[in-house]
């Protein structure tokens, strides 16, 4: 048995999580921002920054705790090293290699966007590589073949919006504020798709586009004035959420049908989305096993860095250095703290 410390700072959430064997979560605590931010409309770099500084250390002693371990029961430290905010990730990475040398355990850098796969992994113990995923996050919308442990490949993604950065910024025209994406899939529940149509983007091969999207919700709004509703604007949300939705299933079918996979995981922020987690079972139906991790796991957690880092890690026999020693000596080198890392 092996046990993972997970630390996750890259946004507006705080997380520190116990995971043992990269599988299965013995704590995983989670403190969001939204409050702190919420007057602002958007996430404040410098506050989060901060804030991540003065919740670490309680977050740890609860983690540690809720776990029912000691420090020195910890064999690897987890932390994200991007992609991010830069500040907000520094703060991680820097508690981490204080742990790591105050501990004298290994220290490992996690990709974020690799994590949001392997919430898939705390989701189904059984859940093994090969699989294509779709990642969909305020950042990112992109669909991925996992052949392997630590090994991804880019199959599509987004020429403009991700589909979470759509979903916030069509709930501010909504006049829904801050955070959009789970205001937006609210509101979008008592309206009518039908009622208010907009179009589906459409761009050909795997790749997607939303900011037309965006463009035709405005002139929308505009079009209506104060003639708006209340009844318009749920009916709005609803056709956006469906146009989003659709498209991206869209392309993770034309994925499963050009390369068939018995595994399928959708995750990220947005995959806590209703439509997309009813209409995703419907479009993958028993073409293959689809994973999508439960709420908690879909939006930022630091268990799936733990599993993230735990799984490609030499620990579990995968690829991925966990302690990098220095030429010559003992210590590890710094973890590098990426904001644009990609897959
Ligand atoms: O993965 P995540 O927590 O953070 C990033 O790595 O970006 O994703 C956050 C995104 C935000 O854009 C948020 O609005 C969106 O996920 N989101 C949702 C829902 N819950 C979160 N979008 C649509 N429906 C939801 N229920
Ligand atoms: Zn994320």
Redesign the pocket.
Known sequence: MSLTLGIET??D?TSVAVVEDGRRILSNLIHSQVELHRDFGGVVPELAARDHLERLPELLDLALEGAGVKPADIDLIAVTRGP?LAGCLLVGVGVGEGLSSAWSTPLTGVN?LWG?IYAAMLTRPDLEPPLLGLV?????SDLVRMPGHGRFEVIGRTRDD????A??KA?RMLGLGY????A??RLARTGDAGRQPLPQPSLPGLEYSFSGLKTALLYRLRDLGDRVTDRDRADLAASF?RSVVESLLEKLDTALNEVPYVEVVVS???A???L?RKRAAEVVGDRARLTMPP?AL???NAAMIAAAGFLTSPLAGEVGPARRARPGGGEPLPITVDPSLGW
């Open positions: 890259s946004c959430e991010g974020h949001h969909v996050s305020g950042a990112h991700a589909a979470g950065e979903f916030d709930a955070p959009g994406g789970p937006l899939d959420e990220g922020g947005v806590a989305n209703t997309l709420l879909c939006t930022d």
